[in-house]
């Protein structure tokens, strides 16, 4: 995939977004957008003359390979909440990304390019070098402050790497930057904490006077101070710095306590008690400790009873409740890889779940037709998921250290099936719909075509096994909510509803529900990511599968 890219940005700040969604959103803004236009940096220090957008904070710039510059505008193109959108950035540009924020030493793919290189970059796609404003003055000074006694100490250093070339700020400049600057500590660790999930870094520009970015990083200040010693390798280690791996535990967890404990500590009602956090790894203690004494400090700055608490593993399937501190008032709520996956394409599953076609039942103002072109539709459709589901039955067996019983879940869904090609058969001469002429319409062709290929034993259980889940449930989320008190569901077609909304589907889906999730946590990140880019393509088709039943193909 990162053949396609040429150059990407990161940007933003933590306190607005996710610093992965920083990262991606940048990336793809740049990589997918064939304007070069950043999507989602904020703030002032480079400013869009044609459309007033400002972008503060070019934190990194990495050149990959073979760059191809497209033509395709993904922003214009394809709005936010696209599910071709969301499977763009999630399957062909995930690697980038990885690429990008992940990857390290020679697995890693970046092309370093100087300064002036940057430059022109920025000038040829419209962005235009504005003086840094004091607040991102301001922010870089608090973001040294772990390594630096004092501003002055800040200013001297940074006049000093580039021979005052570069970082030439008056007098009364100083004077209104020191005000600025909170004298009480704590405040500054939290300030500090708060903004520097990145450590900046200023590069010069060649023979003139003013900062062209702050550049965000996450290092150490060791790494700060050999980074000041050379110019140019700034960039290789700004690049470098990027790489969040290593700092993914700080950067995630800082990124997300901050803002939990800020919203926690103006709320009033309940007051909170005490906030526990535990944070689960299996390096990098140290690392992780120090990211619990900088929330420690936040937290008493805002006066939030805290504690923090790091449990080592040598793997994540290694974790049981015993391990956590927990009184007996307490419970642990594990999130698992099926709901961040829901919590993260709400949207599309809700888009899935909650169809128009689905809600025109629901209401009761369905148009007969369309519910007859679903039946008979789906009838092919079922009819191509039994060799899907018997080819899941057949992984599982082969593939799944069967202790836990997936054969046998399975196994139901596929004499399930039986009875729900009779029932079609049924409904069909119940309503007059004649199967034998039945022709398979484009969406159901292509969703039809996607089953076979998760048939391939090239796809794994796993993979496998996410489609299967995904399929079911959302026909039993759909159909249930047909069934809701509310509803207006008409009389006859309640029975179809039943079928997949009924309480034990349910039970079964969330039987698949657990096997994924199980199957999952030991599943390489490879893995993760095909089932949750096939978990989106199984959205996909099943939207179009409505859209076309109710005749919007
Ligand atoms: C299109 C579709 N999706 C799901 C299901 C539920 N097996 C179904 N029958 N049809």
Redesign the pocket.
């Known amino acids: 995939m990162s053949n396609d890219v040429l150059l990407s940005f990161v940007g933003g700040f933590p306190d607005k977004r996710s610093v992965c969604n920083n990262v991606c959103e940048s990336f793809y803004g740049v990589a997918i957008d064939g304007c070069y236009r950043l999507l989602n940096n904020y703030g002032n220090e480079f400013e869009r003359p044609d459309t007033g957008r400002k972008t503060e904070e070019v934190d990194d710039v990495t050149v990959l390979k073979n760059g191809v510059e497209g033509n395709l505008c993904l922003a214009t193109c394809m709005k936010r909440n696209c599910v071709s959108r969301e499977i763009v950035e999630s399957v062909y540009f995930a690697e980038g990304i990885r690429n990008m924020v992940a990857a390290e030493g020679e697995e890693r793919r970046v092309r370093y390019v100087k300064f002036d290189v940057w430059r022109a970059f920025f000038v040829r796609y419209g962005m235009e070098e504005v003086e840094l404003s004091m607040s991102s003055l301001y922010q870089a000074s608090t973001r040294f402050h772990p390594c630096m006694e004092s501003f002055d100490d800040y200013l001297s250093e940074l006049n000093e790497s580039f021979n005052g070339r570069c970082y030439n700020l008056s007098g009364d400049k100083i004077k209104d930057l020191k005000r600025l600057m909170p004298g009480n500590r704590i405040m500054r660790e939290s300030s500090t904490t708060y903004a520097s999930s990145y450590l900046p870094m200023v590069a010069p520009r060649s023979n003139e006077s003013s900062i062209i970015s702050v550049k965000g990083s996450g290092r150490k200040s060791a790494d700060y101070h050999s980074f000041m010693k050379h110019s140019l390798p700034v960039y290789k280690r700004s690049l470098k710095a990027f790489r969040v791996q290593k700092r993914s535990i700080d950067l995630a967890i800082r990124a997300q306590c901050i803002s939990l404990m800020q919203a926690l500590a103006i709320r009033e009602n309940p007051p909170i008690e005490r906030l526990k956090i535990t944070a689960i790894g299996t390096t990098l203690r140290t690392k992780m400790e120090q990211t619990g004494k900088r929330l420690s400090c936040f937290a008493q700055a805002l006066n939030i009873p805290f504690s923090f608490n790091t449990i080592m593993a040598t793997h994540l399937k290694d974790i049981n409740q015993d391990m956590f501190d927990i009184t007996e008032d307490e419970t642990v709520a594990k999130i698992t890889v099926t709901e961040t996956w829901l919590r993260k394409h709400r949207h599309l599953y809700d888009g899935a779940t909650r169809h128009p076609f689905i809600c025109s039942i629901r209401d009761g103002n369905i148009d007969i037709s369309a519910f007859k072109t679903w039946l008979g539709?789906?009838y092919i459709?079922?009819r191509a998921?039994v060799p899907f589901v018997a080819s899941v039955l057949t992984k599982a067996y082969k593939g799944s250290d069967d202790g836990n019983g997936d054969v046998e879940v399975i196994l139901g869904g596929v004499a399930a099936?039986h009875d729900?090609i009779s029932w079609f058969k049924k409904e069909a001469f119940k309503w007059g719909v004649q199967l034998s002429s039945i022709v398979p319409q484009k969406a159901?062709q292509e969703?039809c075509r996607f089953l076979e290929s998760l048939i391939s034993p090239e796809v794994e259980y796993k993979v496998a096994a996410v489609a299967f889940w995904a399929?079911?449930t959302?026909?039993?989320e759909s159909f249930a909510h047909c069934l809701e008190d509310d509803s207006k569901t008409p009389p006859e077609l309640k029975e179809t509803c039943q079928r997949?909304g009924n309480e034990s589907f349910g039970q079964y889906c969330n039987s698949l529900r657990n096997i994924v999730d199980r199957q999952l946590e030991k599943a390489s990140d490879d893995v993760i990511t095909k089932a949750e880019a096939t978990l989106l393509r199984?959205l996909e088709?099943?939207v179009d599968?409505?859209n076309m039943s109710h005749g919007r193909t």
Do not use: A
């Open positions: 539709q789906d459709f079922v998921f099936l729900e159901n969703y399929i079911e959302i026909y039993q997949w199984v088709h099943e599968f409505w």
